[in-house]
């Protein structure tokens, strides 16, 4: 069954720093998202992204935050200027446009310490 | 907008009994409802959705749960429960249309004892 990938495993950055988490969505998925789950909390929704732009997106996804879909395969998150509170996993997510009873399928997660 | 409510935080039980994990959800309109599970240090996975249909609704490795439209509902149950279960569940709710944003709730941390 094909998978959502996301690479890397682990990021470990030092606060201030840039970092760009990548995914690679099922190949005739459009819909493309992000979520984060700090440790110990919920996973929370951060931004949709369809027909090249954001669709929706949570409060939590300020101006530190932007997706890119660079190429045709590839759909990154990157963080600009991390912050301490910015360690979390961060999770990729696609689903089809159609059929409409699809769920989205979510990749293994990146996760990210910031020191 | 909407949100999900999971009563049960921590729940240990023996293998072999059953499990019952608590669902609540609001929102106005339609929605479509999952049971995702996440094994230790692994990634989640879809243990069953709802959709429309049947009220009951049968996932992977023996999992149910009825939607309960007029509780809000969706309880999630294994009527005999293994070690291997050991797991978070994650009860999550999307509006109608399948792309829309899923909101999770807190989760349930189940650890079976042998």
């Known amino acids: 069954e094909p998978e959502v990938t996301q690479t890397p495993s682990h990021q470990v950055t030092q606060m201030g720093q840039e970092v760009i988490l990548r995914c690679v969505p099922i190949?005739?998925?459009?819909?493309f998202y992000w979520y984060r789950q700090i440790l110990g909390q919920k996973v929370e929704f951060l931004v949709s992204f369809y027909n090249n732009e954001i669709s929706e997106k949570s409060e939590i996804f300020d101006d530190q935050f932007s997706v890119e879909r660079p190429d045709g395969s590839n759909f990154t998150l990157k963080i600009r200027s991390t912050k301490l509170e910015d360690s979390a996993m961060y999770f990729c997510?696609?689903?089809?446009?159609?059929?409409?009873?699809?769920?989205?399928?979510f990749g293994d997660g990146t996760r990210l310490s910031i020191l | 907008a909407q949100s999900v409510s999971q009563h049960n935080h921590h729940v240990i039980l023996s293998e072999a009994a059953s499990l019952e994990l608590g669902c609540n959800y609001s929102y106005g309109g339609t929605v479509n409802l999952f049971w995702y599970v996440q094994y230790p240090g692994q990634h989640l996975q879809l243990l069953l959705k709802y959709f429309s249909g049947d009220p009951l609704v049968k996932g992977i490795k023996g999992f149910e749960a009825e939607f309960i439209k007029s509780k809000f509902s969706f309880n999630l149950r294994k009527p005999s429960v293994q070690w291997s279960d050991t797991a978070e569940y994650f009860c999550a709710v999307n509006p109608l249309g399948g792309y829309q944003k899923v909101t999770f709730g807190t989760g349930t941390k189940l650890q079976v004892i042998p």
């Open positions: 190949s005739n998925h459009l819909y």
């Open positions: 997510a696609s689903s089809p446009v159609t059929p409409r009873d699809q769920p989205q399928h």
